[in-house]
């Protein structure tokens, strides 16, 4: 996996680290969300988790989300063991998600534990889901 790093002021994270995972141009990527510049998801520019799934799906992967901590109804969260949101990061290839020093959702591509950050400047981040993408055989 290679990474490729978004132009300074955009906010393309999303894109840009699925792009890293399928080894793919951003730009392709942007090519098949033509909505992309017109829609804005919580005042930002972006694609909902759901039509990446959907692009995946259409390409031959499946995308599997993992959380770092799992909740039942009523906000009672389960009790799983402590290393296991790691051990998925390290088997595998995805996107992560999470909060950066400021505060701010983003997200970063992984490879097996390497983890690949579109910004220039990659700060500190607190990782609450992954998007595992594997293969369909």
């Not at 132009?7 to 894109?15: F, K, M, T, V």
């Not at 995946?56 to 009523?74: H, M, N, P, V, W």
């Amino acid at each position: 996996m290679r990474r490729k790093v978004m132009p300074r002021g955009e906010q393309q994270c999303l894109i840009y680290s699925l792009a890293m995972v399928l080894d793919i141009h951003p730009s392709y990527l942007l090519d098949q969300f033509p909505h992309y510049f017109e829609e804005t998801i919580f005042g930002l520019r972006g694609i909902h988790f759901q039509e990446m799934i959907d692009y995946l799906l259409s390409e031959g992967y499946s995308c599997t989300l993992i959380e770092k901590r799992a909740f039942e109804q009523d906000s009672l969260e389960v009790d799983l063991p402590p290393d296991r949101f790691q051990n998925h990061i390290d088997a595998s290839v995805g996107v992560l998600v999470g909060f950066n020093e400021r505060n701010k959702c983003h997200a970063t591509a992984n490879d097996h534990g390497r983890i690949l950050d579109p910004v220039i400047k990659p700060s500190k981040m607190e990782y609450f889901q992954y998007w595992r993408v594997d293969c369909i055989l």
